[in-house]
C-alpha cells in the first residue's frame, strides 16, 4: 500500500533508501494542510510558563537568540527591528491535532520520536544555515519558505554566534515549499530555511541521543540497581616506601570489586524505556480535580475507552510498559492489550481489560497520564 505521506514511497521503501541517508522533497504530501494554529496563537503558546521556546532575530546581520519565558509585549514591533523567527517546541502536548498529525509517522519507532516543533516568520526570517543532529520532517503549513540545502562536509560553525550556523554554507537544491509540501533531512544535512511571506513551518523530529550521553545515564541507573556486598579491609598491609603512592593490593582488590558490577541485554531494554519516556524537566502532569472511583473509572473505560494524556510518552519492551520514566512488568494477557495503548495512545471502548491491566489504568489516572475518551477525536 502506497503512503501519501511518503509521495507514492511504501514506508519499506522510504526507510531502504533514504531515512537517514538522504533528503527526500515530497510535494503535497498531507494535501490540504494549512497548519493547526495561527501566529498568534503560536505566539500565545510562546508566553506559557510551562512551554519551551525560543526568539531568533538578525539586526543588520547581527544574530540574537533569547529563551523563554516571553510576555506578549516582547514581540511587539519586532518586524521593524529586522528579520525574526520564533520556534516553540512540544506543541504535540497542547494540541490534540498536533498528537494526530505526529501519528502519521508511526512507521518510525516511537523510542525514536522527540516532538513537534512550530516556527514561525515574516518574510525573510529563519535562523540561519544550520545543521542538525537528528532526523527531522519539515511541513509545510500556512505560507511558503524557501529550502536550500547541502551535504558538505565542511561544518565549521561562526564562531562567537549565539546560534550553531555554518561559515561556510555552499547551497546545492533549494526549493520553495508551499501550505502541505514536506521536506526530510537526515541528521546533519546542512539546511537554511527563509520565509517567502508569512510562514508556518511544522517539524516533526526523531533525536539520535550521543552515545556518551547515553552511557552517563545508564551508569546513573545502574547505580540504583547493584549492591556489592562488603568493605574494603586489608588486615595484611606491609609497610610501604612511599605513602603517598597507591598500592598494587588495593589497586587488585577494588579493581576486582568493580569487576562484580554486571549487567545484560534486560538492564540496558529496562534503561531505555525509562530513559526514553522520561518527560523533559519543565513537564508535568495534573492529577484530576476530582477523580472517579475505580468502580467509576472502570465503568468510563468499558464504555468510552481511554486516551493518553498529550504529554504522557509510552514505550514497551517484553513484557514490560515503559510510562514516564516508570518501568510496569505485567502478565502477557495485559502486555497484549495496553501494548495497544502504547501503539495507538488510546483503547477503544468495550476492550478486554484483565483485573491487573484495569488497575494500571486506573493508577495512571491517578497520576494524570491518561483519562477516560469522552471527547469524540478525529484521527
Not at 178 to 200: F, R, S, T, V
Amino acid at each position: 500500500m502506497k503512503n501519501t505521506l511518503l509521495g507514492g514511497l511504501t514506508p519499506q521503501q522510504f526507510l531502504r533508501d533514504y531515512w537517514q541517508k538522504k533528503p527526500l522533497l515530497i510535494r503535497q504530501a498531507v494535501p490540504g494542510f494549512k497548519g493547526l494554529l495561527g501566529p498568534q496563537a503560536l505566539i500565545d503558546l510562546a508566553c506559557r510558563d510551562d512551554v519551551q521556546a525560543r526568539l531568533v532575530t538578525n539586526q543588520r546581520g547581527k544574530w540574537a537568540l533569547r529563551h523563554e519565558p516571553f510576555e506578549p509585549q516582547d514581540f511587539d514591533g519586532l518586524s521593524k527591528k529586522g528579520k525574526w523567527t520564533v520556534l516553540v517546541q512540544g506543541v504535540n502536548h497542547f494540541l490534540p491535532q498536533a498528537t494526530e498529525l505526529i501519528q502519521r509517522f508511526d512507521f518510525i519507532p516511537h523510542a525514536r520520536l522527540d516532538d513537534l516543533m512550530v516556527s514561525y516568520a515574516p518574510k525573510g526570517g529563519g535562523v540561519g544555515p544550520h545543521f542538525d543532529a537528528y532526523d527531522v520532517f519539515l511541513l509545510q503549513g500556512h505560507g511558503h519558505r524557501r529550502w536550500q540545502i547541502s551535504t558538505q562536509a565542511d561544518q565549521t560553525l561562526i564562531e562567537g554566534a549565539p546560534l550553531r550556523i555554518l561559515k561556510d554554507f555552499r547551497v546545492e537544491q533549494e526549493w520553495v515549499l508551499e501550505p502541505g509540501d514536506m521536506l526530510y533531512l537526515p541528521p546533519h544535512c546542512a539546511h537554511n530555511g527563509i520565509a517567502e511571506d508569512d510562514c508556518m513551518t511544522y517539524s516533526i523530529g526523531f533525536r539520535t541521543p550521543w552515545y556518551q550521553e547515553l552511557a552517563e545515564q545508564f551508569l546513573v541507573y545502574l547505580q540504583d540497581r547493584i549492591q556489592i556486598e562488603g568493605t574494603y579491609a586489608d588486615p595484611g598491609l606491609t609497610l610501604q616506601k612511599h605513602p603517598s603512592e597507591i598500592g598494587p593490593a588495593m589497586l587488585q582488590q577494588v579493581g576486582e570489586a568493580i569487576h562484580k558490577v554486571r549487567w545484560d541485554d534486560e538492564d540496558v531494554a529496562n534503561f531505555l524505556g525509562c530513559y526514553l519516556s522520561e518527560p523533559k524537566p519543565h513537564i508535568f502532569f495534573d492529577a484530576p480535580a476530582r477523580p472517579l472511583s475505580a468502580a467509576r473509572f472502570a465503568e468510563a473505560v468499558q464504555k468510552h475507552g481511554v486516551v493518553l494524556d498529550l504529554k504522557t510518552q509510552m514505550l514497551c519492551h517484553g513484557n514490560t510498559l515503559f510510562i514516564n520514566g516508570d518501568a510496569e512488568p505485567v502478565a502477557k494477557a495485559s502486555y497484549r492489550v495496553l501494548r495497544e495503548l502504547a501503539d495507538a495512545r488510546r483503547l477503544a471502548a468495550g476492550s478486554a481489560l484483565s483485573d491487573e491491566a484495569m488497575g494500571l489504568l486506573y493508577s495512571w489516572y491517578q497520576d494524570g497520564y491518561l483519562a477516560p475518551d469522552t471527547r469524540r477525536r478525529k484521527i
